[in-house]
């Protein structure tokens, strides 16, 4: 399992930060084999949206060298839609089997075309922005269609990467990641609901 974490100038860092913390447990505790994850960007630098700068080492790698891909938010996203390289870049995601984002990471997802014919959600303010993307917009915290996985506004990336985990190990696993976190307020899943 190779995971691209996606960063850009002027993204939401919880929305990347709480999705990490919780998915690289994965790899930290071997629950599944060869975990590894990469921070990608097209710049060599980024700013978040706070003031916060990060050196990226993964610049504008082959994203369809990866299994996951996730995209965070922020109000950046709104213009970074229309942003034919950024955009084109993350179109080399085609054959990623899991694309995730959270908040208005949604609109870059439906950007690229993942989103094209499916249901997905985003940060409620982006419910109109997210609409022309896709089937069909749902207000919900996470929403999974296939191996799209989308999530709400920011604090939402905490239970999207739990969610991811528990789909891709169990519910146990899951439950044991929240522990580890400290984080009360994720609940597993129905069988008929992964």
Known sequence: MKMA???????????LIGFTE????????QAKEKVSWDFC?????ITDDRGLS???KHVRPDLAGYDLI??????????????????????TAHSARYKVSVC???????????????????????????????REVVQERVVRDGGIFTGGGVS????????????????????QVQDKMDYPYYRPLREKDR
């Open 5 to 15: 974490f996606i960063a850009f100038e002027g993204m939401t860092s919880l929305d």
């Open 22 to 29: 919780a998915v690289t447990w994965m790899g930290i505790l």
């Open 41 to 45: 960007s097209i710049q060599e630098e």
């Open 54 to 56: 990060l050196r990226i």
């Open 70 to 91: 996730f995209i965070p938010g922020g109000m950046s996203t709104r213009q970074l839609r229309h942003d034919p390289e950024f955009v084109s870049w993350i179109r």
């Open 104 to 134: 208005t990471g949604a609109l870059l997802l439906g950007a690229a075309g993942f989103l094209t014919g499916r249901r997905a959600t985003t940060n409620r303010s982006a419910y109109e922005l997210l609409a022309p993307y896709c």
């Open 156 to 175: 939402t990336s905490i239970d999207l990467g739990l969610f991811l985990v528990e789909t891709l190990t169990s519910p146990e696993f899951a439950l």
